[in-house]
């Protein structure tokens, strides 16, 4: 009875040092992965708080392209990274401890960077205290104004530009653009590992190999812009 309680105690010590070095892993790739990705000027930047699942797996690679990097890492296969892609599961980034990062749901993060803007037009006696609310608790790419029943719709449109400007100019740089991180997806050896990133406007999937510790920057292997 004893050895086999000593057994069970030495394999859950086991897969707990497992866990640990992992966590410790991933810790390590995803600052490395942040400090690439988010511009070094920002006080602070927007994470989801919830990996996602890369579509690496259905994109298309030209070997040739990438010739180079594939001749100087052969152990280094596409083709492998598949099912462990398949296996991913979503890691919530909150126990990391990543530096500079403000992590929340992604309903709660501000949505400024975007390819549209929503303009929500208020009859003139809107209140302003109604207006500064909406503009407050708008998280969306837009702009919220007051308009005269009288005003031409050149009067209008310039009315809006103006308010774009104003818009754009209250935002912090910080807030203007958020984050979102895959689940990595490493080689069996856990030497290289896939991971993307995508902000509102960009996407970029990337590899990482572990050079005496660290994890490294090595190539791109696709990016998108909207």
């Known amino acids: 009875m004893m050895k086999r309680f000593l057994t069970c105690m030495v394999l859950l010590s086991l897969i707990t040092g497992t866990v640990t070095g992992q966590k410790k892993d991933i810790r390590h790739l995803v600052r490395a992965v942040v400090e690439k990705a988010v511009p070094p000027e920002f006080a602070y930047f927007h994470l989801v708080d919830s990996s996602f699942i890369s579509r690496y797996s259905t994109a298309y690679f030209d070997p040739l392209e990438f010739k180079t990097f594939y001749k100087e890492n052969p152990r280094f296969v596409l083709e492998a990274f598949k099912a462990a892609n398949a296996r991913a599961k979503k890691i919530y980034w909150g126990k990391f ?130």
């Open 97 to 226: 401890k990543i530096p500079r990062a403000r992590i929340n749901p992604y309903e709660n993060i501000p949505h400024y960077e975007g390819q549209f803007s929503v303009v929500t037009l208020l009859p003139w006696s809107t209140p302003d205290t109604v207006l500064e609310a909406k503009r407050r608790n708008n998280k969306y790419p837009g702009v919220i104004l007051k308009i005269k029943e009288t005003w031409t719709e050149a009067q209008q449109k310039e009315a809006i530009q103006k308010e774009r400007e104003r818009y754009a100019n209250s935002l912090q740089p910080e807030d203007k653009k958020y984050f979102a991180i895959s689940s990595p997806i490493f080689s069996k050896d856990r030497r290289y590992v896939i991971i993307e990133v995508r902000t509102a406007l960009e996407g970029w999937c990337q590899v990482y190999k572990k050079i005496k510790g660290k994890w490294v920057y090595q190539v791109t292997l696709s990016h998108w812009m909207a």
